[in-house]
């Protein structure tokens, strides 16, 4: 089991960028793929962007493919979630999550270990 800590979140007009960070403690962190998911009042916690334990895998949704970039550090045991052009509607709470998964990292049932969230809040 690992722990997950979002940082980054916060409030940005429409276009701007916000980098998200997801630091995790526990030796099994570099072995485990991560996903970062968003969910929004009202409504179903939903996919962003998930990463592979080396990185070789990376997946996005459809809404942020081109604007969000997900890259992660295992020497500091960190994922990152860098948002460009950011519309009010990626307004959310996001949250990263670990998987021992190699398939299947778009469906939020298959993550084990997730952190609190970071609120992200994009203004018009």
């Known amino acids: 089991q690992v722990q997950l800590v979002e940082s980054g979140g916060g409030l940005v007009q429409a276009g701007g960028s916000l980098r998200l960070s997801c630091a995790a403690s526990g030796r099994t962190f570099s072995s485990k793929a991560v996903g970062w998911f968003r969910q929004a009042p009202g409504k179903e916690r939903e996919f962003v962007a998930a990463?592979?334990?080396?990185?070789?895998?990376?997946l996005y949704a459809d809404s942020v493919k081109g604007r969000f970039t997900i890259s992660r550090d295992n020497a500091k045991n960190t994922v990152y979630l860098q948002m460009n052009m950011l519309r009010p509607e990626d307004t959310a709470i996001y949250s990263c999550?670990?998987?021992?998964?190699?398939?299947?990292?778009?469906?939020?049932?298959?993550?084990?270990?997730w952190g609190q969230g970071t609120q992200v809040t994009v203004s018009s």
């Open positions: 990463i592979s334990s080396r990185g070789r895998t990376i």
């Open positions: 999550a670990a998987s021992v998964n190699t398939a299947g990292l778009r469906t939020k049932n298959e993550y084990a270990d």
